[in-house]
């Protein structure tokens, strides 16, 4: 069974070659047969593989295939090779599933554009970069795999390229991420340099014998590497390329800006755990960042009045939460929320997308509201990822993924209050800009009305999205709550269990079971408080039909912090006066001079075409005269 | 009485060269042709000449060669002559300079 691991990356590539090569000429439907067909049976071949895995194979041994070798110089030959353990079928299930759910929906999403097949040819070619990525068992393809999705985000958010403010929003979106790219190309040299393999495997076994712990270069490769995570992952201060690629279709948000390609940090942490528990200062450096993120994002997602960008800075805030969990050594806590938020932040996605669309391409939520009655189904639905989103207690995924990482923020030996604080302060901002996005959109009174109803193939995502948002929590359960750990005991199969502290952070505060009881209370209860002044401040209120007025603070956090004026001024200016005070330089000068010298040899050869045919006579008996002489003269 | 080989190949540098004279001198088209016309007489007496120094009948075959091809090449010459002249009004070989025809 396992031979047939290639198939999942192999399908998405081919259905995206085909429709690259033959798009043009399809009728809409053989495209969208091809375009979701090949991400479908992508994952019935995994969903076949993942069954297979999880019961043949309860240690957990990966699957190793190579197809072929793709380089080979000097003793480096990396191949075109395959790694599948659990943290890569987490992933690849996620990629695959969801992907096949947000496909579906996209065919009669898209079903009117004109780039129709182009539409779906970029989409599978990501989703076969992705899966290159996060199957990769060397570094050199997970690289190919991590520019490959970035050059399809790059494409996606340019998808309606007649507009030229998106194709602004792709070049940034392409230019930040190269920002943390490059940093983590540099990783990668020293890798090779110390270890001339690239292998992950080989690399992260030889890792703790070669490098000590906290040692200056395996923190500097940590550090490296987290670079790349984090402009990948749309984290502080990289994020700011991720509200901008709102840009792109509903669909594409869905699948590459929530539930896919922005949580490939996640992985690459999560993946490289070895070296980041060797730079305790690295690691702690994600947690923090994971925090400030998480904080940053959720300020700028209450000010928001465009319903997708309330969920892109929301995207960046949870992908903080996963970031907090990776720096305090919550492995499983954090993968486990990657696949909970997929489900639920896509969920999401598609239903502010149905909006939008039966709208008529209305973004802002002031102009929205009544929506509940003529949409039941995306309202019902919506309502269900709002609440796995705000992480209401008990009954929804969102609250047993995000109550772990806040939980051990606090319990973990890396964790501190802190971290648990800002844990606990972002649950209540997402709360309230969760709501505050539900009844403005769905309650008060009715601003627009829907243009058309939805057919089952879009419903149809909405409602498994949904139906696994309130269920998939159910895997992974607290200690003093059932205690299931079917999800952390599959991930520790390759990842380490979280060391808890041995005493309670603050002296005089109870560990163990009670303090769980005690932390679960006080996040529902920080959560349901985020509902309560959301329903006071939004519910039903007369809000004009307009982008609301912001005094200049609600300015400063609408603009994301004004993150983008500060790189402008910071970067972008001085960089464009240098260029211009400096067009002249030595280097310019010898390009111009090389340029001159060509123009010169050319007028030089064109005089000599004169047409007249003397002269070639006159050219033709001297060359002859010159060659005699130099042969006879030898 | 048999005439020295250096002889003869000397009679036909000098006709090559009258001939590449006329042809880089001047400017009627016409007396252009009649000049390599030479040239390839010269060349033709070359061949004779080698082949009767060496007694074999492989230079007077390439003799025959060279007029059957001078005859092919008036004539196309000349046609071309004709076009030339009913286009320009005139025999000047610069005039047909540019390629805009």
Known sequence: MSELLWLIVALPFAGSLLLAMAGKHLPRLAAAIIGVGSVALSAIVMLILGLDFLHGNPAGVPIHQTLWQWINVSGFSPGIAFHLDSVSLTFVFVITFVGALIHLYAAPFMWKDEGFARFFSYMNLFVGFMLLLVLADNFLLLYLGWEGVGLCS??????????????????????????????????????????????IQDILVATPHTWAPGSTIATTTAFLLLGGAIGKSAQVPLQTWLPDAMAAPSPVSALIHAATMVTAGVYLIARTHVLFELAPVVQSAVAVIGAVTLIVAGMAAIYQHDIKKVLAYSTISQIGYMFVALGVGAWSAALFHFMIHAFFKSLLFLGAGSVIAVLHDEHNMYKMGGLWKKMPVVFWTFLVGACALSALPLITAGFYS??????QAYASDKGSITLWLTGLAGAFITALYTFRMVFLTFFGKAKAEPAYRQGMGMTLPLVVLAF???VGGFIQLPDNMGHVTLFSHFIQQVLPATTPTGTAVIAGLPSGHAAEWIAQLIAAIVSIAGLTLAYRLYYNKPFPAAEPVRNPIQQFFFKGWDFDLLYDKVIVQPIVFFSRIDKNDVIDQFYTGLASVAGLFNKGLAATQNGKLRWYAMALAIGAVITLTILLST | MTIPMQYGLLLAAILFCIGLAGVLVRRDVIFMLMSVEVMLN??????????????SADGQVMFIFIL????AEVSVGLALIIQLYQKFKTLDADSASQLNG
């Open chain 1, 154 to 199: 790059y494409l996606l958010i340019g998808f309606w390229y007649k507009d030229p403010a998106n194709g602004y929003a792709a070049r940034k979106a392409f230019t930040v991420t190269r920002v943390g790219d490059t940093a983590m190309v540099i990783g990668l040299f020293i890798l090779f340099t110390t270890y001339h393999t690239l292998n």
């Open chain 1, 468 to 470: 696994l948002s309130f």
């Open chain 2, 68 to 71: 059957a091809m001078a005859a």
């Open chain 1, 402 to 407: 995000k109550d772990e990482i806040i939980w």
């Open chain 2, 42 to 55: 010269a060349a033709g007496l070359a061949f004779i000449v080698g082949g009767a120094a060496r007694s």
